[in-house]
């Protein structure tokens, strides 16, 4: 069905508080792997929420859970019990082997739930040690907590004073992580794949160690899983990828696969929130954690991973192909969430032309593009994706050429 122009829609200039940047289009439906603008145009979208929507947009199963929850509870109080989010808890617990879980709706908001579990376990066990080990280049958030905790070049300027209490030390760089504990370390955190910094996995050698040296020092392990959790590398979370078993563990993005939840996951030791610690006004929402119970109960299926990691490796090959073919860089990443780096910083305009083609992409970084398809892609459509990318990167390099 093809969308119809819409007349209604607001003149420029906008009253949005501009806080990035964005193509003048506006979106106005969206179905599985596809988006449709006002103008009735259709683009692939690779985007899918920034890898939140895992089925696609508006996935049937993911609708008819909201339908039949907004008919019966939406929300009875954070005070309450709700049957949905004792199910999700259940569920996850199960899925991941961890003890307890508590449900936010943003991934800072879990992160910084998950800083503050830890915060407290060490008051209760390390003498009131509160230091949290992070990463340079790390993404854990845009509250004021999750924005110190990560590593993103330029933010320590930003909205002065910054939360202390967050150490940096470097991906795969032991020795970095050991230069940085003293007595008032309480946990390392981090992504097990960077995801904002432009796809950057962790090794697997690497978390094997950090855990080793949590265990040695008494640290808590802090898993970042907003976005590489639920299916998005090809296992339900990834630290299953990895071999590798954090304390805590956080989610978001793809949990909701379109709707606003998270949850923190920890490990009974770590389990230490006392009445009062934490809350929040939506925390374990009806409406959310049956939207989130549909879609784990899809991306639970053994088939479905397998799914995932098959259409991952169709698009690594397909990248690496492309990147043969133009002399560009490396292919990084595991499942469905990917990068390549193209050796100069055209990714801006490579993703302008895409949109131009129907394809929508990320620019990571400026010399770096990100793939984030919906978890359920097609052979057909990731081979599209590749094929729209292919006529992107010759109009956006006839563009650049020089004209002689
Ligand atoms: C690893 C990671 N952590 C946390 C966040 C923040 O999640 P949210 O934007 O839902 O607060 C993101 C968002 O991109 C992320 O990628």
């Not at 110190?148 to 940096?168: I, T």
């Not at 169709?314 to 133009?326: I, P, T, W």
Request: hydrophobic content about 45%; aromatic content about 6%.
């Amino acid at each position: 069905m093809q969308a119809q122009p819409h007349s209604s829609l607001p003149t420029q200039p906008h009253r949005l508080m501009p806080i990035t940047e964005r193509p003048a289009e506006v979106f106005v439906r969206g179905d599985g792997a596809w988006l449709w603008d006002a103008a009735g145009r259709r683009y692939l979208d690779w985007l899918q929420g920034w890898a939140v929507n895992a089925l696609g947009h508006c996935p049937p199963q993911l609708a008819r859970a909201l339908q039949a929850q907004a008919g019966l509870l939406l929300t009875p109080s954070p005070a309450l019990y709700n049957l949905p989010s004792l199910q999700l808890a259940e569920r996850l617990c199960a899925a991941s082997g961890m003890h307890q879980a508590f449900f936010g709706s943003t991934g800072a908001e879990a992160n910084e739930c998950a800083i503050k579990l830890a915060r407290k376990w060490g008051r209760l066990h390390r003498a009131g040690a509160a230091e949290i080990i992070t990463f340079e280049n790390g993404f854990h958030g845009r509250n004021l907590a999750t924005m110190a905790a990560s590593g993103k070049p330029g933010w320590d300027e930003l909205f002065p004073p910054r939360m202390p209490g967050f150490a940096k030390a470097r991906l795969n760089d032991l020795a970095s992580v050991r230069a940085l504990l003293s007595e008032r370390s309480v946990a390392v955190m981090l992504e097990p794949v960077q995801g904002e910094a432009g796809v950057r996995p962790a090794t697997r050698e690497f978390l094997q160690a950090l855990r080793a040296l949590c265990d040695e020092h008494g640290l808590l392990l802090i898993f970042d899983e907003v976005q590489t959790g639920c299916g998005r590398l090809g296992q339900l979370f990834g630290f299953q990828h990895f071999g590798v078993t954090p304390d805590i563990l956080t989610l978001g993005k793809g949990l909701g696969g379109g709707v606003p939840i998270s949850a923190v996951l920890a490990q009974a030791h770590a389990c230490v929130f006392q009445h009062g610690d934490q809350g929040g006004t939506y925390a374990g929402n009806p409406l959310m954690a049956a939207a989130s119970l549909a879609v784990m109960e899809e991306i639970g299926r053994p088939e479905f991973l397998a799914g995932v990691r098959a259409r991952g490796e169709q698009l690594r090959q397909g990248l690496l192909a492309f990147s043969a073919r133009h002399g560009l860089g490396e292919v990084r990443g595991e499942g469905l969430l990917m990068a390549l780096e193209l050796g100069s910083d055209c990714a801006a305009a490579v993703v302008r032309e895409a949109r131009q083609q129907g394809l929508l992409l990320n620019a990571a970084r400026p010399h770096c593009l990100r793939f984030m398809p919906r978890l359920n892609s097609s052979v057909e459509e990731i081979a599209l994706g590749l094929e729209l990318l292919e006529a992107a990167w010759q109009a956006q390099a006839a563009t650049a050429a020089p004209l002689n």
